[in-house]
Structures are given as C-alpha cells and as structure tokens.
C-alpha cells in the first residue's frame, strides 16, 4: 500500500515520493487531528460554575503560634439571575472585552496563538480571551496552571460551551464568577463592595467602573493598593480607573448601547465605598492581616486572587501583647485629651500611627494603624505622606561621622575624597536667621538666585554670643534647625540622603534633596521604615529590613520561610556615637517625656512646617518604636484633601513630637518591655575630629562673603512629586514662596519644643505621583522588604 522508496523509478526518482502517497499521508494527518479533536470535543465537559473551587480559609497567626484570624473561608460571592443584571453591565463588558460575544464560536484564535506562542517562550499567557473562555477559566479554577494542555482543554471546553451553552447563560455565568477585588467574586458582592447597592440598581457609570476592576483591582481601586505594589497609589489608580470607565462608556455609545445624551452624565468616577472588612478583622487585626497579606502578594509566592481562594498558613512576627499595648496608649492619649465636640475646629481629623521593629531581627513586633480597620481604611504605620521633621537629623548627623565634611579650599571633585570625619564635639552656628552656605563658603542660592536664611523655632538665636556657636550634641538635644542645615550642605545632601537610604529609609519616600531643607525632614517615610532604620543605630550599624510573616505554609507544605539579611550600614563607632548624641535628647532635652524607669533610651522629637505632623522615634537595645501624630480628613468625599495645622488641637498651643507622641511612646514601651531584662547601649568610641573651634565663627571655613551680605532674602520650599498613595501635605508656604514674610522666613513654620530648640522643617509643596511603588514598600511601600507590609512597606 505504501510504495516507497518507490520500486518502479530509479536514481534520485526513487526517493521522491508519490502525489498519491503525499496526498494519502496529508489526508491522513489531518483525518488523525479532526479525529482526536473530536475524542477530545467529547471528553470534555461543560463546567459547572457554580461548583468551582470551594474557598478555604487563610489562617494567620500570632508571632506565638496562636490564631489571629481566619479569612477566605466564606468567599465573598453571591449569584443572580440575569434578569438582576443591568443591561449597562452587560453591554459594558461586551463594549470593552468581547463585542462579537453574540456571533462568535468562543474563542479568539489569535488570543490563542499568542497564549502559546508567550507559553513556549516560558512567559505569561497572557489575556485577549474571548467571555466565553474567561467564564471557563473562571471555573476551571482548580487548576490554573500555565501550561499548553491546560491551554488546550481550555480551548475545547470554550468550544464546547460556546456550541452548546445559550450565550445569555454564559455572559450570567461569567459576571456571576468573575473577581472584581476587594474579596469580591460576582456582580452582586461587587456591586456591594464598591457601592453598598444590589446589582439591579447599578447604573451605566457604575457599570462601567465595575468592568475596568476586571482588569485588575490592584491597579484600579480608587483606595489604592501601595502594600502591595508603590505605583497603586490612589491617586494612580484612580485616574487609571476613570480612563478605562470613559473608554468603556465611548465604546457603549460607539457600538449603540448608551445614548450620547445618558452618557453625558457620567463624566468623573462614581464615589466609592470605603473597603470593608469582616467583623472578626476590626480593630487593629484588619491592618495587620492587609500588611501580611501584601507581603505575600508581593513576595511572590502567591497572587492576591490565589490568596482569596484559601489555603494558607501565614506566621506572622505580630506580638499580640504589644500590639494590643499600642493601641491601648494611643487611645488612652486621644480618650484624655481630643475632643473633636468640644474643640471641632481644631480636634477633628487626629489621627495617629505607630510601628514597633525588633533590632536584632527586623521584624514588626507591633502597629497602630489607625482608629479601627473597618473605619479607617488607611493603615497608618504604613505610608501616610506625613512628614517627618526633625526625627530626620540623626541621618545628617550620622552621614557627617561616616563620610565626614569637605574641605573648603578643595575642588568639588577632590573635595569629595578628602574629608574630615566629624566629631559630635564639632561646633556649628546656632543663630537663628543664619544664611545658608555651601560647603566651599559660597553663599547657597537656588536656581533663580535666591538665598536661604533658616530660621528656629520662635526665631530664637541658641549658643552664647557673640557667635552662637553650639557642638552638635547640644544642638541635636535642643533640635537647632541651624546647625542642621548647614552641616548637612558640609557634608553634601547627597551623602545625607545615602545615609538615610543605608539605614533603611525607602529612596522613594525621600524629597527635596537638593535643597537645604532636606536636612531637616520634608521626606515622609513610613513609621515602619522609621522604627526600622532607627533600629539599625540601636543594633550599631547593622541593618535589617522590616517584615511581618517567618512562614507561609499550604496543604502541599512550607512554601516560604523568611530569611533575616544584615548589611553593616554603619560602622559601630557611627552608629554607635549616634546613639550616644541621641540619649541626650531624652535624658535632658526635647524628649525628656519619653524617658523610661530604669533603661536607657535613645531618641528624637520632630514637628513639621505648619504643625502639620508631629513625631517622636526611640529605641531601646531591645526595640525601636516610631509614633506618629497629624490630621487629615478622613472622607473621600472632600476634593484636594489636605493636611490641617494642629495648632489647638487637644487644647494644646501647638503639638510638638515631645508632647503627645512622645506620651504614647513612653506609656507603650513601659508596657511592652515590663518583664524584660534592661539593657544598656554600647559605649561609644571616639569619633572624628572637632571643627570650627576657632574664631572667627563661621558655619564651616569659608572665604569672606561680604559683597553677598544682602538683606534677609527669600527661602525655597523644596518642590516634590510624592509616591506614595496617601494624601499629601499641605504647606503654609508654597513653593519657592521665599521668606513667608513676618514669621516664615525660610519658607517654613519650624515647630518648637518645650525646651526653647527649633525643630521642623519646611514643607515641601506635594502631591502623589502616577507612577510607584512601594513599600513600602510604600512602600510601604513602604514597610517593605521581606514578607512586610508596607510600604510596603
């Protein structure tokens, strides 16, 4: 039947082969694939969806083992019938994902090749799948696996469903199964989740806000998603949100499901529920299960749909005493001295935020994230966008004994080289009014050749005239603004920021840093990424990131453990004598109110342009703590939200980081650490060497600048484009709105302290970017690194 090598023909003839025995084997080929296909066609069954995967719990745990919460096992999910459907729902997600949905076959066969072309090529499948295959995917949901035979079942069961399933039944099944985040699967729980509405009543805006969370709440949720990915920030995700809902609405006029004239009306994002949670994650347990559960998302070991599927085991680092001992002073604070009925102009909108970070591990022991999680939706030890003032100054005073000043005489580039390593001894300028020069003694200007003055707090000149000269340890204990600024221009913002980003700050959360301001804290970490970086001088320099989960198990077994990472970012005779000018903050100076029976603290006080923050960050050996203290509107509702000045607030003339947050910290730290061992911190080595100690005073040895000597001239405010998510700061003074006559001279409000110093800084004008991040790791993210939250964490 097969002649072949061909008997009759001779030479190369021989081996070519017959039209007949070519036409024979195509046909059979092809006859072999229709026949396998219909094998195929056959076997497969049309999936119930209602059946898809049972949802399990993910259980998280205490860092002693014990339970702290179950969630996922009652999936967030309720199917109605289609009549309960909007027409604008359905025409919705046909406009924008499958217009031919009533005349296909149910599958797109070039979504299909460039599926497994990506496949083969070891990428993503990738979407471009019809609602047909989307519904089937959505209840094929046990296996979701990236593979070509599942890929291929996929496509005979879309085939076999888009033969034999009526497509009205279809496009029900599939928004009745789709996940549209938050926890929501099907159109009812969303529709309830962003809206506190049926589905029936949902109209065509709404409509089409729900089809674009289909491409991914994570990106689209207007409350934004920073824990797990920096660039979800709510300002991002809601512009990402109102473009892909107009689109859908231009393609439902385009295609002649909406009337020009309805909608004409939907011309802004529709406004949006807060996120809930379920009543067992109130309190503080809905912000820690969040930082957790971002942690996992963004480590990668399982996505956010995975994880609302169920199954997990997540150990988590959360100390259930100290957690419940921080939330405890905060509202003890708040409870004794707010009262937004009696003082509503000043008392309404406190809020407050805290992080508590193991030195020697890393780990996040504790959080205050806000007032309850079910409430108060934003987790305030992640990122806030609150400044952070004068908390920053340990960074600028570790960078000059690391890297150390430059020499004046030098060029920029040898300069650079050849410096000396400050000593906490070195004397600097204290006067108030002081202008600001360059490390080589120019007077420092910005771009449009305006000066910088820096004023302290109540324009009070500190040190003893005639030159005002103060060593830095002295001017850390009274947070001299002065002093600060210029030793930060000494030894180089740039070295300034590294030194802050070596001891665990999120680059991204820093701002301003090409200005004097820098110094003096207009960034806005997180109150994670606080605890955590003081954390690295409280270990003598060895720096570790923060996080929230040791160990992430499913039925199959351990599929992460965390593993603790140092890098030695300082040296211990830094770190070390960083502490050491940090004690004296506490035991005689701007944080006296955090001192603790018996241990030794080390410390630092901040309190931003405005009054608009206010800080106190500490440690002991055995724990870092960042309390954090503003107001902000918490309504979504109010457009250009801003921070509000807390002049007055708890009857208070201005909140200062040594009043209130410094009451919280010493209140929770006696009750976290009772039981424990008191440690003492390590005796410092000497450091460096001390400079201007010779007259005549200057801020750092400069040629005579007496043709500069002008008035008094106006001070630039630091412009910044914020990455964070949250809300960002409003400022007394706007960019480069130099001198902020009659009380502001250099664009800022230096908050004060009880003890007569100046700390603060200016306040840089901001608003959130577009683009991310974080940690923290947002940032936090912030918080970030490791399995964290934050902030991202």
């Keep these: 039947m097969i002649d072949y090598p061909r008997g009759d023909r001779d030479g190369w003839r021989r081996w070519m082969p017959s039209w007949k025995l070519v036409s024979g084997l195509c046909i059979g080929f092809f006859g072999s694939l229709v026949a396998a296909a219909g094998i195929a066609y056959a076997m497969v069954g049309i999936p119930d969806v209602a059946k898809i995967a049972e949802a399990q719990n993910n259980v998280y745990y205490w860092a002693d083992g014990t339970q702290m919460a179950a969630t996922g096992g009652d999936r967030n999910r309720q199917s109605v019938d289609l009549s309960q459907i909007p027409k604008e729902m359905r025409n919705a997600i046909i406009s924008q994902e499958n217009k031919t949905f009533y005349s296909d076959s149910g599958i797109d066969p070039k979504g299909i090749a460039r599926a497994v072309f990506n496949m083969a090529k070891g990428g993503d499948t990738q979407g471009g799948s019809t609602i047909t295959q989307q519904y089937v995917k959505n209840a094929m949901l046990n296996d979701q696996s990236q593979t070509i035979s599942r890929k291929v079942k996929e496509i005979f069961v879309s085939i076999k469903v888009g033969t034999e399933v009526p497509k009205d039944e279809i496009l029900e099944g599939y928004l009745n199964s789709a996940y549209y985040g938050r926890g929501a699967y099907g159109i009812q729980a969303a529709a309830r989740a962003y809206f ?260 302290n707090d109540g324009k009070q000149d500190v040190g003893e005239a005639p030159d005002y000269k103060i060593d830095l340890r002295e001017a850390m204990r009274e947070s001299v603004n002065s002093a600060f600024v210029q030793l930060g221009m000494d030894v180089g913002l740039d070295k300034v920021k590294e030194a802050a980003v070596d001891a665990g ?190 007259p005549p005073p200057s801020p750092t040895p400069s040629p005579s600048q007496t043709e500069e000597e002008t008035s008094p001239s106006p001070t630039p405010s630091p412009s910044k484009t914020e990455t964070s998510p949250s809300p960002s700061p409003s400022n007394t003074c706007g960019v480069f709105e130099f001198n902020c006559e009659d009380g502001d001279n250099s664009g800022n409000e230096n908050a004060g302290n009880e003890n007569g110093g100046s700390e603060g800084s200016p306040s840089p004008s901001t608003s959130p970017s577009e683009t991310g991040e974080e940690d923290d790791s947002r940032g936090n993210q912030n918080g970030g690194g490791g399995f964290i939250s934050g902030q991202n964490g």
Excluded at 540 to 546: A, D, F, I, L
Excluded at 629 to 657: A, C, Q, V, W
Aim: proline residues 4%.
């Design 196 to 455: 506190n509405v049926d589905a029936v009543d949902l109209n065509a805006g709404q409509c089409a806000f729900l089809s674009a969370m289909l491409k991914g709440a994570t990106y689209y949720d207007p409350a934004g998603a920073t824990s797990i990915d920096p660039a979800a920030t709510q300002q991002a995700n809601s512009k990402r949100a109102n473009a892909q809902m107009q689109d859908t609405l231009d393609k439902m006029v385009e295609y002649g499901h909406l009337s020009r004239e309805d909608r004409a009306r939907f011309t802004e994002l529709p406004k949006v529920e807060n996120p809930q949670s379920n009543s067992q994650l109130g309190g503080q347990t809905g912000y820690l299960v969040r930082l957790a559960k971002a942690s996992v998302v963004r480590s990668g070991v399982a996505t956010e749909q995975k994880l609302e599927k169920g199954g997990y085991s997540i150990y988590t680092t959360f100390d259930k005493k100290k957690v419940k001992d921080l939330e405890t002073a905060v509202q003890k604070v708040y409870k004794k001295n707010i009262d937004p009925e009696k003082r509503p102009e000043t008392d309404t909108h406190v809020q407050f935020g805290g992080a508590s970070v193991n030195p020697e591990t890393g780990a996040i022991e504790a959080i205050y994230g806000g007032e309850d999680a079910t409430k108060h939706f934003t987790n305030n030890a992640d990122v806030t966008g609150a400044q952070v003032g004068s908390t920053f100054k340990p960074y600028v005073l570790a960078a000059a004994m690391k890297w150390g000043v430059r020499d004046p005489e030098l060029g920029e580039t040898q300069a650079q080289d050849e410096r000396t390593v400050v000593s906490p001894k070195s004397l600097y300028s204290g006067k108030n009014n002081l202008k600001i020069k360059n490390y080589d003694g120019s007077v420092w200007q910005n771009e449009k050749g305006e000066q910088w003055r820096q004023e």
């Design 505 to 694: 700050l999120l680059e991204d959360s820093l701002a301003g840093s090409s200005y004097p301001s820098f110094s003096l804290g207009v960034s806005d970490p997180s109150a994670i990424r606080m605890a955590g970086a003081y954390a690295t001088f409280a270990d003598s320099g060895n720096q570790r990131e923060p996080f929230s989960v040791t160990k992430v198990s499913n039925k199959g077994g351990t599929v992460y453990t965390h593993k603790v990472e140092t890098k030695q970012a300082f040296t211990a005779k830094v770190a070390d004598n960083v502490t050491d000018v940090l004690k004296t903050v506490v035991e005689d100076g701007t944080g006296s109110n955090a001192q603790l029976a018996g241990r030794e603290v080390a410390g630092k006080t901040g309190t931003t342009d405005g009054n608009q923050s206010a800080w106190f960050v500490g440690y002991t050996p055995q724990l870092s703590t960042a309390i954090s203290m503003f107001r902000y509107p918490d309504d979504e509702t109010i457009k250009n939200r801003s921070f509000l000045e807390m002049y007055g607030t708890g009857g208070e003339k201005k909140i200062h980081g040594a009043s209130f947050p410094s009451i919280i910290w010493q209140d929770y730290m006696e009750d976290a650490l009772k039981g424990t061992k008191a440690e003492k911190f390590p005796k410092p080595e000497p450091i460096g060497e001390v400079i201007n100690d010779t």
